[in-house]
Nanobody
Framework: QVQLVESGGGLVQPGGSLRLSCAAS????????ITWFRQAPGKEREGISC????????VYDDSVEGRFFISRDNAKNMVYLQMNSLKPEDTAVYYC????????????????????WGQGTQVTVSS
């Protein structure tokens, strides 16, 4: 049974950093695509970063490129999102989502590609 559990959210000042974790179970990380999404109040959910395949190739949305970094630990079945230089506009509920490599064939940052989701963790960037 595929399960995802996010953690690590919280309140941080602008310019600060947070590391989110996504604990995965029920599948091998290197056989799936794992993507981080976020949803700000009143806005649609948006994909911001994914990691996939045995090589762990990564994709970033322009809004987080150079500030956020996705990584994984296959042995621990964990995926991380290191978030640096945080801005108030990064405030959102952050989710991890996953789907098998062979089924994620479209836009890897589209929520339509992913059947399994975590419950989300709140990140608030404010002084």
């Amino acid at each position: 049974q595929v399960q995802l559990v996010e953690s690590g959210g919280g309140l941080v000042q602008p310019g600060g950093s947070l590391r989110l974790s996504c604990a995965a179970s029920g599948f091998r990380l290197d056989s799936y695509v794992i993507t981080w999404f976020r949803q700000a109040p009143g806005k649609e959910r948006e994909g911001i970063s994914c990691i996939r395949g045995k090589a762990g190739s990564t994709v970033y949305d322009d809004s987080v490129e150079g500030r956020f970094f996705i990584s994984r630990d296959n042995a621990k079945n964990m995926v991380y999102l290191q978030m640096n230089s945080l801005k108030p506009e990064d405030t959102a509920v952050y989710y991890c989502a996953t789907g098998p490599l062979e089924t994620v064939v479209g836009d890897v940052l589209s929520e339509d590609e992913y059947p399994w989701w975590g419950q989300g963790t709140q990140v608030t960037v404010s002084s």
